[in-house]
């Protein structure tokens, strides 16, 4: 399948003080088109950072370097007014916190007709009818009279759902949904899934899902990636991580989760806080924390490479099945 | 909205009406009396002249008095200046202290907003460096001293404006005494839409904007603007107060014949009656423009608009 965007050696780095933390490092991976990518990792681990960088929306103190392709497109380092073309329209982006990520001060109309003003010329008139058309899509009741109302006056589901709908305005090729369904209770999370579900087949869209959530992630994503450190550790197929995971770290995410078909088994978390940026160990930055750890993690940093089949890839030495030996250990 | 504005105003009513009291009493505490600087009167004259003016009924019914005349829209005679009443030396003055408050509050508030928001855009780059500078110089100069320094460049070396005075209809005139008043208020307003831009700049709803790819500057005018407006619109009533106080100081500078002047020699003639008046009518400036500032508040903030 052909690929919709094509990161290759995606840096982020924030200038502080005197000092730079590097949040994002070497990260290469691609998205293809109408897949559902799932991005996990603990906090900070560089998830939102990574994705921020391609849309330049980056804190004033970020730079990013590498490149994220999108078709011929080159994202990184485009100056802000040639973003614009493409922000919105081909590629979009849904933020982890729906209470505030609405403007407060604009009509939710406005603020959907808006985008399709600019990207698609339309009349103030046309926009209107095609937002409100897209507020019934993403389930939205009585959308005329909501689209008449401010954010405050929309429930933290409703809002998401607003937040969607917006994004889909261009029927973009790139979605980018970070922690869509966090600060949603359980219900309107499920409901909220279902909608990425449908909506990205129906309009052809790539979904990247960042998430916490492994439940999440089983539930939408064809593949996913899992970072760690500013880093990824293992890509490949949402099944295969989930039946062997081959990084100590997937595997920790992995038996952290509660799973309804092993209720009696204990949850393990992962042993350990997560890394310090600045202060990333020499080697494997999960030795700390790793029970699978020999010399070796210690001295040199693994590579992502790829190993076995299935397009899968690992940045870990250690050559075993993990599942299979913590359950005989 | 209608109705919120004529709640507004029926609310103010008694506050109009408490401030005109504790004035009237605190005025009549302090020490000396109209007829006391000059010449002493004989016994027999000063009698007479309290009595035409009430002064020798008990305090609490000159009270009534006063208030009963201001229900009927009758100020009262001025004690200093003879053949006026109060409401004739408020009419005379206040055509051009309008002028002149008004267009210094007007000119504030708008290169106030810009220069806060150029500033908070170019955020410690030069242009903000400039800004922060000249709104340093408008907070820390006090306004006497402002005025004579600005008399002395542009009126007396540069000539290139009039030192003071006034004369009908010309705007020159208007210069110097507008940029004096104008200065720190301009300054207040210019660090709080900095800070509030700023802050505003950095929010999720303003990043939400930028990744729909709407472009700087309608970011900046459409989502941003409004929200970082709220903490100045709710500063300008307050403002307005010391913008005011300002043009009292600001007259006497100029030597303008606004009623800030007369504010200042009646305070000092123990002008009872122009005192009052005078602060009845900066009283219902700043409550008028305190409710107008308040409809615009909530236009801008939409969860104030229907509490
Ligand atoms: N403006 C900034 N200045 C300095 N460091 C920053 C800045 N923004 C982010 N970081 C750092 O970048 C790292 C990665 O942040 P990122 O937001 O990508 O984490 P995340 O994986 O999305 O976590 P979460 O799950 O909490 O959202 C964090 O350690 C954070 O401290
Ligand atoms: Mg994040």
């Given at each position: 399948m052909e690929n919709v965007l094509e990161i290759s050696d995606l840096n982020v780095s924030f200038a502080l003080h005197n000092s730079e933390v590097h949040a994002v490092r070497d990260l290469n991976f691609s998205l293809r088109a109408g897949e559902t990518l799932a991005v996990v990792g603990e906090s900070g681990s560089g998830k939102s950072q990574s994705f921020l960088s391609i849309m330049g929306l980056l804190a004033r103190n970020g730079r990013a370097t590498g490149s994220a392709k999108m078709g011929d497109v080159e994202l990184v380092g485009m100056p802000p007014r040639q973003l614009d073309k493409y922000r919105g329209k081909d590629i979009a982006m849904i933020f982890q916190d729906p209470m505030t990520s609405l403007n407060p001060s604009l009509k939710i109309k406005r603020q959907l007709s808006e985008v399709l003003v600019k990207?698609?010329?339309?009349?103030?008139?046309?926009?209107?009818?095609?937002?409100?058309?897209?507020?019934?899509?993403?389930?939205?009741?009585?959308p005329e009279r909501r689209a008449n109302a401010y954010p405050h006056e929309l429930s933290g589901g409703m809002r998401q759902r607003v937040m969607i709908a917006m994004a889909l305005l261009c029927r973009p090729k790139i979605l980018i949904a970070d922690e869509p369904t966090t600060a949603l209770d359980v219900t309107v999370q499920a409901q909220m899934l279902d909608l990425f579900r449908s909506l990205t087949k129906d309009f052809g869209t790539a979904l990247v899902m960042i998430t916490h959530n492994l439940g999440v992630v089983a539930g939408v994503a064809d593949r996913m990636m899992v970072m760690y450190g500013g880093r990824a550790v293992e890509t490949g197929h949402v099944d295969d991580l989930f039946y062997d995971p081959r990084h100590p770290y997937t595997l920790g995410l992995l038996s952290s989760t509660p799973n309804p078909a092993e209720r009696a088994k204990r949850l393990t978390p992962i042993e350990g806080l997560p890394p310090s940026l600045e202060h990333l160990p020499k080697g494997c930055a999960f030795n700390p924390r790793c029970k699978f750890r020999f010399e070796k993690c210690f001295e040199e940093r693994p590579p992502l490479e790829p190993f076995g089949e299935a397009e899968r890839k690992k940045a870990c030495f250690y050559e075993g099945q993990l599942l299979a030996e913590e359950r005989s250990a | 909205m209608l109705r919120y504005a004529f709640r507004r105003v029926l609310s103010a009513l008694p506050i109009a009406f408490i401030a005109v009291t504790v004035c009237f009493f605190i005025l009549?505490?302090?020490?000396?009396?109209?007829?006391?600087?000059?010449?002493?009167?004989?016994?027999?004259?000063?009698?007479?002249?309290?009595?035409?003016?009430?002064?020798?009924?008990?305090?609490?019914?000159?009270?009534?008095?006063?208030?009963?005349?201001?229900?009927?829209?009758?100020?009262?005679?001025?004690?200093?200046?003879?053949?006026?009443?109060?409401?004739?030396?408020?009419?005379?003055?206040?055509?051009?202290?309008?002028?002149?408050?008004?267009?210094?509050?007007?000119?504030?508030?708008?290169?106030?907003?810009?220069?806060?928001m150029v500033s908070a855009v170019y955020q410690n780059k030069w242009p903000d460096y400039v800004l922060v500078l000249a709104v340093m110089i408008g907070l820390v100069v006090p306004n006497f001293l402002m005025g004579a320094l600005l008399q002395l460049w542009f009126g007396v070396y540069l000539r290139w404006l009039p030192a003071g005075g006034w004369v009908t209809g010309s705007i020159t005139h208007l210069v110097l005494p507008v940029t004096v008043l104008a200065w720190p208020h301009a300054a207040r307003i210019s660090r709080l839409m900095r800070g509030s831009m700023i802050e505003v700049l950095g929010t999720n709803y303003v990043r939400t904007a930028k990744s729909k790819g709407l472009g700087s500057r309608l970011v900046l005018a459409r989502h941003a603007i409004k929200p970082a407006m709220i903490p100045v619109v709710s500063y300008l009533g307050p403002g307005l107060s010391y913008l005011l106080t300002g043009s009292i100081v600001v007259e006497q500078i100029f030597g303008l014949p606004g009623i800030g002047r007369y504010f200042i020699s009646a305070a000092l003639n123990r002008d009872y009656g122009l005192v009052l008046g005078t602060t009845l009518f900066y009283m219902l400036l700043i409550l008028v423009l305190n409710l107008i500032v308040d409809l615009v508040y909530a236009w801008l903030d939409p969860k104030v608009r229907y509490s």
């Open positions: 990207h698609q010329n339309y009349d103030e008139k046309k926009a209107l009818k095609e937002a409100i058309e897209m507020l019934e899509r993403v389930g939205i009741p009585s | 009549r505490l302090a020490p000396g009396g109209p007829f006391d600087t000059g010449r002493p009167l004989p016994p027999n004259v000063l009698a007479n002249v309290r009595a035409y003016y009430n002064l020798d009924q008990p305090l609490f019914t000159q009270y009534l008095l006063y208030i009963g005349g201001v229900l009927r829209g009758n100020l009262g005679p001025s004690m200093a200046f003879y053949d006026f009443n109060v409401s004739q030396l408020l009419a005379i003055g206040l055509p051009f202290t309008l002028t002149l408050g008004f267009s210094a509050f007007v000119i504030a508030t708008f290169v106030g907003v810009l220069a806060g």
